[in-house]
């Protein structure tokens, strides 16, 4: 039987070590989620909640641009729709979340 113990990597002591072993070998990964936590959730988070304090701020008469690159002035803010003129007349609808940034004048 104790040689079957010593078979299985138990150590003498009853398995104390084992315990020891365990928590060792999880602060590699509690380092690694703290370094993604700090250079990639919390900016994304952090961006995240500029935006949609800029989609909130938007009103009617701001120059905008949006993800695809289309500038204008926003004619008209609705719940999820914005309507931006690119030209004279010329008024495009557009998803709330797709402006990317407010142009200043």
Known sequence: MIGLAFAMGTPPGG??????????????LIIMFAIFYFLLIRPQQKKAKEHKALLESLKK?????????????????????????????????????????????
């Open 15 to 28: 398995g104390a070590g084992g315990v020891q072993s365990g928590i060792t070998s999880m602060v590699p």
């Open 61 to 105: 008469g701001d120059q905008v641009v949006t993800a695809g690159g289309m500038h204008g002035k926003v004619t008209a803010v609705e719940d999820a729709v914005v309507t931006i003129e690119v030209a004279n007349g010329v008024n495009i609808k557009f998803n709330k979340g797709h402006v990317a940034a407010i142009v200043e004048k």
